[in-house]
Every structure is written in structure tokens, then in C-alpha cells.
């Protein structure tokens, strides 16, 4: 294996490949990834299959390239590095059964210790990790504050400012927050045993992870809650669960554990937990399977729509998923094709960043179509609005519990009686 | 006269030994190679020779003088053993060619090359050392090579395969002189060939076969090539060959042949296929088929699918169906076997991860199937798609399927290509590449006219094959060179699919004994000098071996009928006397049996006469050398723990050997190295005059791995310094295992020596003859390294320096000889221990 020594004391006539002296610690690692990269042959499945290397990123062969290349500073100094969702699309579809995504991973490591030439984003993303890996959980208002303080502003100041109204309305003291019909949590249902929305006593009770970005937006939290109980699932949510460690928003470690299947409600989460050993899995998927066990239908908010799943999800379940959905509704799913669903929808680094030629083209999709987007993610939600907002086009976008619930059933209406 | 050959052929070394011992005096030819040798005293060299030989002085033997000279001694015939002190054994055979074929038998001291040519001015020890290796040659006489007949080979060959390989090479044997037995397992010949369109580079069908008449260059279409009508070529059509016994010149081989149910009287009316009621599993197919015309068997019955109702039968109109036919069991014997079993298209889960099944996804072999009727749409003005995508390497060159390249797979695409621009200017054909590998006579040109043409090359390549709502096929793929993404949304894609071995070559391989390479080819012998041959009487020829184009393959069948033919004319080996098991001494362990290359050795049951050690109960086993296999590289003496085996140059003979090279010798050097590429480069270092020290004294050996611990203990003992083994480059042992035989030994050696406090340096080299103008500054070096002479080390290494590690010569007696190329190839080797050549 070539060491760092031998890279540097390689033939003199060998142009310098960077100009910035690294320590040997970096050399001796960047020398191994590319040794372990040394059999790649630049085909480009991986740039093909990476859903966020559309047109913001140039793709995982390019990094390879680089490192093969010598060029740690080219490497380092763009922000290519910090656009990868970590998905493991590349390492799935490398035809040297090269791991490319744990290759990127190492290199982000690497970057964050060494790395001089700064992306700024990662820069301002980094800060907020920092002071957020003190919490348990990412707070959305301390993170994008951190990021502004660092010159990092959000793209679309609207949507920003509409997130930031939100969260400040929550929290003012006697503001919205109690219209918002706070879900009980574990020690209020102790306190009132068997007083959930479904008094017949076929209900059921999932252990509900709500991750960071949700409890933040308490008009969407709850509403989350007030579907899942229309399909008799009460969510058992730890209030104290720490965070899933997934690391979008930068170096977090994951603070959560769980015995047993915990359900989730953003992509990131279930990514994160999965990481961690946890089993984690979509609330959508134990909901839709609920309604057909117990034979009733979902009520959905138009007659079709357009599915976004997002970078983060196995793109193909997540699909089945949805279409699953739509068929309990009765309504049309319209895909294209299965990558345009699930291509970049902007947020690098964690943050809408602009449109890109992902999002552009599904919301074209989708307003020829003449449907709304559907995603079971809050986050794509919001960054899907962002570009819609920017290229002008009324496509609206609604998160899955915005726009499927349970349909009345006559049972219900006999429990009532 | 003759005398000499018959005794030398019939010696077996304990004989020759016997012989030397009681025999007369033997007569040494002195040669001083016309005044070449002016740092050999050969006054004293003669008179100290003379007290153990007749010595003959010669200025030239092998000039004009000399040669009557030799002949007049030839024709004393008082069969005195015959040993020239002259040049090396290579150089001497060259020059006394036409007295070898006259029966000259003679043994070689190389004092020219081994020594004079090769020391420096210090009369004194190099006459000594001139000396030390005439002795040596005279006491321990050496076995000349000679033919040695192996056992009866049959006049027939056994040909598996009756595509354009197999069917070629059959007819070319055929021609030859020799019985063909050629084996198709389907009902008809001809192939994959026959059965697709057009092939490049020529664009017109794969019909047709050379012929053997005499007009050269004549090709014919199967049908109507009379060279398949040889009276000496079978064809076994629907057979598989169940097993095969015997050895290589007499293989005895079961056949089984299904019955084809439609004689030869068939007129190919095709009226029986009109009223089959049973369907085959092809689509479009029934049981009873036709598939191509090779001229003999127009049609047959898929046995799997018939219901044996007999409609067909009753509506022949000739009587051609005869369903009393049963499977037959045949055995026939064949000197040698060909294997040219061929490819076939890999199968399609191998190409499911880009949508094949999928409406709008083919095969290029599908492609090739459609294109018929594309061109009769293009004739009527339509065009059935508007864009067509071409995926290259699909599933190829991808360690989750097939790790390899199929060769053929790119000009094949190419092809097609070209032919939907002829046939649709319009169409938008793109073909996503890896890279077009397009090494062939005119394939460049090709490539060249397919981008004329407009076809747009892609470099880059999908994970997946997506479909739109519509079911329309959707490719994101990265552009490689342009470092984007493009979506690309054809009507058709086409996937250039690989080619792997037929499902039955494992099996085949098994049956035979033969080896598969690592992706389930046939293994050939070697990869460079030896394409068809894969084991010992047993060939391959054709995509069997790896896929391969027409021109290749029909190649490889010329070729391999040619070495058929000369297999089964083979008289006999021309070497040196196999190995032999001393019964006495052999216990039955499996050490020789396992590591024989060639796997000459059994372990029999030991026979109740046969003499054994003490130690052996009746029951034991006893090894046997089968002598027409044995090649003689003696890796099975070195490694016999008990001794037990008899090479020709036997443990006596080197250990007498190497006491009588260093005595009187300060501090030798020690090198054993074998005769084939180690021994090319010592001696064509000689040729160059690099010089060396004399204290370095060399031991040929057949194959180094016939180097024991035991001779490496031996030399130490003796006094030696440093040993050094030099054999073939790695890996191309030409015995194949002796290059790990030696390294074995040496590590016994090692650990030995170590045991007792003894640390001299032993190195291990592999040599070839590039390495002959680097060869002599690599025996200084390893001198001064193991006499721990510092000065000489740093003035090599200085002199290393100076040169930019090119390896020109190192102390060249002649300069302005070298070729500055020649030397660069071995700076690879001055390093390290070991050579990096011919791999």
C-alpha cells in the first residue's frame, strides 16, 4: 500500500497536485481511500444513479477522479463534498463494488478536521451542529440563525420568513399554541388512560419518533397526530427522544435508542435511525396498512396527484408506498419516471438553496399534470414550495397527512351513537 | 559410430554412472575459440586435465580443421565418453549441428562463456577456475537429451463442437490424414454463426466455412462445402460425450447420440411442421423444427416437446419420420481431443437490472432478429422508432456479473448502429460507452464511419433502465466527458449483453479433467506462446476459450489442426530420461504425486515383490513415474523426504559437482540456475563479456525447482559465501511449479542454516534473457553484498547511479554493443530480489 511517504517522495518530475501542505495524517488517509478506490475505472453509474447529482453536485465519479488524482485542495475547496444525502445510491450501483458513499463519508471526515478551503454553507451548518450536538434535538430557529449569522441566507426569504412566523407563533406565550392542539404526550395519557380519539377500543399504539423538525411546526404536529388517530393509531411520542444523528446538518451524534420498531415521520429520521441500528420505519406505511386490515378508505385532499419521495428513501418502496395510498383513496398517482421523483429537491447542506433541474422538472411534471405534489417528508414539502415559489408556478405542495386521511366509516358513526 | 546414440539413449543415469566409473578414460576436446580466451593458461590447463583424461587441443574446433578433426575422432569409435572445454552447450550445439545429426554425442564444460569471457585478467584464477569445471564435467558425466518414444497415439481426434470452430478444424483434420470424430450436441452444425444475420467486419452472413480444396482463399456457404463430406469425418450430431478414459494419444471415449427421427430422406417439404400440434418452448417453434440447412440434416424432432402422436409421420409424404429410433451409447478412440464448445449470450438475468422484460428493451442479438423486418418498414417509409439507445458493457466488465470484456460486444453495436442509419438517416441512435474497444484489422474504421454515419457516442453508462408513465423507456445516465447528467428517452433501448460459456462446460471440463479459467473458459496452457492447448492431448479452439471474432476463431481452428496433426506425428519427446522411484527407499507418501506438475507420479499398491524400507508394512503404497509423461525437471527429487528419487543429474552428480567447482576457493559464491530463461540470460550475458568475480561458481540445473535444501546446505558447508538460485521469470516456471518448488527448498535452507547460526545470503532470481545485459552486474552486486565489500557496493552503486538506472552494462569488455532498449527493460530487476519479466 502506498504510503504518504511514497506519494510525496514520488518521481521529481511529477507536477505538485496541491499547493497546501497537508499533514501526513491526511496523506496517509487520502492515500488509503485511494487505494481503495484504485479500481475504479470512471464508468459514471454512480454520478447516474446519485439523485442529487443532477446539476448542483457533478457527482461521486468526479470526487473519485480527484482523489485518484492527487487534488486534495480541488477536493476540499468545493462544495461538492457537502452535497451528498448519504443515500448509498453510488455504492449500490458501483460496478467494482467499490464503497463510494463510505469513501465520500471519510472524506467529509477528513475535510471537516483539515479542510481549509471552506465550503461556507458546511461552514455555518457546522456551527449549528455544534451547538446543537449540547441537545438533544436540532432546533430549527438555532440553526437557521446560525447559518445566518454566518452570511448563509436561505434562498427563498419568503418561505423563510413563513417558517420563522411559525415557529415564533408557537412559541409565543399564549399565542397560537394552544389552538394547535397539542398531542398528549406519554404522561398526559397517563394521567387520562383510554380517553383517545377513538373510544371504541380498537385502537392501537405506536411508539412515534418526531425527530426535530416537526414538533417545531406545532400546527403540523399535531395534525399529524389528529390523522393518525382518524385511523385509530394513537402515537406513543417520547417528548425526551434525543436526536436521530442524521448528518445532513453536520456532525451529530444520535441520541436516541429504541427496543423496538419506532415509527417516523421524516425520511431523515428513518435514514438516521436505520444507521444507527435502529428499526425505524415510515408512520405512512403502518397507517396505509391499518386501513387495509381493517377494510376502510382513505379520504385524499384532489382526485390525483404527483409523488415526491425525496434523495433519502429506497425510491422504489416509497413509490409502492404512495401508490398504495392512492389506491385505498381512489384517486391517480401520475409518475413519470422513478428517478424524477426522487431527484434533488434543493435542500443542500439541509437548507432550500434554489431550484434545481431535479425540482424543476417534477414541478413542470406536476403542473402539466394539473395535480398537487405529494410527499411524506416535511422538509422536501417546504423546499418544494420554495422553488415553486421561484419559478412562479402554482404547484401546491402538501405534506402526506395534508393530504390523506382516514375516510368516515360507518363503524364510526355507531361508536359515536 | 552409431554406437554412441543407442548406448546414451538406453543409459539410465545409475548405468552412466557405473559406466564413467569402470569405462576408459574419457577424451576431453579443448578448444581455445581461435585465441578468444587469452586469461586461460591452456599449457597448464592441458597437462592438469590430462592426469584424469585424454586431452585433444584444438585453436577452433568448430571451424573447418577442426570439424574433420572431430570427425576423424567420431569414426576411432572406441566409445570414450566425449567432453568439449570450449563454449557454452547452446552455442556448441549450434556449431556442431550437422556432426549431431551425424551421431556426435558429446558433453559440454563451458569454459568460454562460464568463465573466460566472463573473468578478468588474473591468469591464474581463471585458468583455475577453466579447470574446476572440466573436472567437474569430467567426473560427473552428464545425460545427453535424446528422442524418447512415448506410447502408441491413435490416428483419430476427438472434436466437441460443431460451430465454425470445431467444423473448420474437422475438416482441415480431416484433410490431414486423420479420422474425425466431430460431436454437436444440437442436431445441426454450424453454430451461433450460422444461426445470426450479418458479421462484422464484413457485413455479410456466417454461413460459410473455408475450404480444403486447392484454390486458396475459396470459401463456401456449410451447405455446400464439400470439405464436411470427407470420407474420414463423422459427424455425431445430438450427441454429448459421456466419458472419457485412457491417456493422452489414446483417450477412449462414450458417446451418447439422441436420435434425430427424421431420416435423410426428408425432402424439405415442411408439410409435417404444418400439422405438428405440439408447440416448443422457443415461440414460434413446434416439435418437430428446422432451424438451419448445414446440407445434411434438414429437420428433427425436439424430443421434450413431442407427443409422438405420429401426425407427422403420417402426413410425410417419403416416409421420413421413423419413430423406432432410440438413443444410442457409442465408444470410439481418439488420440487427442479438441474442444471448441464455444459462447453463448449471457443469460438475461445477468441484464435485468437494466429493464430487460420490459417492453422496449431488447438484446442485440433481439435487435439482430427484428432488423429483417425494420427494413421492410424502412422500405415502406415508416420508421418503427424515433430514438434508439445502445447500453454497452450491459452487465460485462461489472464484478456483480460478469467481471470480463466480451470483445466482440462493441462492433457488434457498431454494426447495428450503422445499419439503423442506413436504414433511418433520422433516427437518433446514441450508444452509451464504457469504452469501444475497437482492436481489429479495419474495426477502427468503423467506429470511424458510425460517427460519419451520426451516431452519437455517449461515455457513460445507466444503473437502470426507468419507464415513464407511458411505459417509454427513460435513461439518466452521467455524460461522462462532459460531466453532466442527460435523460435520455428512447423508444428502444438495446443492451449489448455478454457472452459466458455454455452451461454444460463445467460439466464438459469435468468429464475431461481439463481446468476452467476464472470466469468458466476454458483454461489454456499458457497465455502467451500456447492459445490451444488446455492439457496434455487435449485442445480448445474458438470462443470456448473466450469470446472471440469470426477471423479469431477461424484462426484458432487452422491453428489447432496444425497442432493436432503434429501431436499425433509426434514420434516421441526429444529430452533428457524420466525420474525413478527407488522402491527401497519410497514409503508412499503423496509428496511427489501432489507436487508433479504434471502429474507423471501414482501411488499404486506397493507389489508383494518390490523391495521396501523397514519401516513400509505390505499394505503401503508405492510411487511409479509414468516415464512417456515425466518431464524431467527433477521437482520431485528435490522434495522427496526420503531421497527415494533418481533424476538424471542425481544427487551425486551436483553435490560431486559442486565440491570439485569449490575447492581451493576463497569465500565462492554459489549460484544453482536453470537452463531455460535464467540459463538464456547467464549466457547470453557470457555472449556480452560483462564481467563478474571468479569466485562465483554456477550450477546448471534442468528447472531450479531440481534445487534441494540439501545442495544449498552443501554449498554453505563448503565454504560458500552467498547462493544465489536463478530461475524463470515469475510465474512462467516452463515446469510450472518450479519456481515455488525452489523457493520452498530455500526456505528450508534458511531456517536450517539459521538453526545452526549459519547466516549466509541465499536470494532467490528470476531471470530472463532480457536480463542478459543486467545479469553480470546482479551477480557483482550479490557478491559484494554476501563478501561484505563495501568499496566494490558503493562503486556499483555509483555506476548505478550515473546510468539513471538504465541497465547498460557494467563493466563491459565490449563497448558501443549495447542496445540502450534492451537494457531498460531490466531496470525493473536491479532493485529487488526478484525480476518483474513476462508477466
Redesign the interface.
Known sequence: MPTAADRRSGPPTDEPTSTTRYPDEVLDEIAELAEECSICYQCGTCTSACPTARDLYRGPRRLVRLLLAGEIDALFAGDDLWRCSECGACTDVCRMEIDVASVLARLRALERVYGRQRCPERAAAEAAARRLARRPRIENTAFAAAMAAHGYVPRDVVGAAEAGMKIVRTRLPGGKRATAAVPPTRADRARAPGTAARPEGEGVTLPFYAGCSLPQDGALHALVHEVAAGFGVRLDEATDAGCCGHPSRGAVPAQFQADGRVWTACPACDDGLTKEGVDAAPLWDALVARARREGFALRARATSFVPYVGCLVDRDAALAALADAADLAGVEMRVAYPSLHNACCGALGGMYRGATKGSTRLLRFAAESGAPIVTPCSLCRDNVRSAARQMRLHVPTYFWPEFFRAAERPAEETSHA | MNDVRSGTAAAGAGAMAAATAAGPRPRVLLCECAGTMANIDFDRLAAAIATEAEVVRGAHWCGREGRAQLLEIMERGDERRLIFAGCSADFAARRFQKLTARGLRMEVADIREGCSWVHGDDVDAVTRKALSLVEAAVRFPATTADVLSHGRRENSVLIIGGGVAGTQAAAELAQMGHRVELVERRPFLGGRAARIGTVFPTNDCGQCLPTTDDQPGVRKCFHRNEAIDHPDLHIWRRTTVESVNGRPGDFEVTLRRLPNMVTDACVNCGLCETVCPEPAAEPGTKAIFHEYYDGRVVRTIDLDACSFCGACAQACPVDAIDFTQSPERATVHAGAIVTATGCVPAPHDYVSYLGYGHDGVVTQVELAEMLPAWEEQAALGHMPAREVVMVQ?AGS????YLPYCSRICCMIALKHAMRLKKLFPRMKVTVCY?ELRTAGIGYENWFLAARRAGVEFL??????V????DGRP?I?????TA???SVLRPDLVVLSTGLVPPSETAEMAHVLGIELDEDGFIEILDRKNRATETAEGIFVCGSAAGPKALIEVSTEASAVASEVHNFLRSAGRRGAPASVVDAASCVGCDVCSTLCPFNAITLVERPADAPRPAEVKDDGKLAVIDAGVCRACGICAANCPELAITHHQDDAAILGRLAALTAGVDKPIVGFYCKECAGAAISLGGQHRDAYPETVRLIELPCLGRVSALHIIEAVRLGAAGVFLAGCAEDRCHYRSGDASAAEQKRIAEELLAEAGLEVPIEQWHLCAVDRLSVARRIRMFHARATHDEATLEALERELQTIGGHGLPGGAVLAGAVSASGGGACAACEGGESGAHGR
Open positions: 458493457c466488465r461489472d464484478r456483480r464504457l461515455r457513460g453508462t445507466p444503473p437502470e426507468q419507464f415513464d408513465g427513460v439518466e445516465v452521467e455524460d461522462v460531466a453532466r447528467k
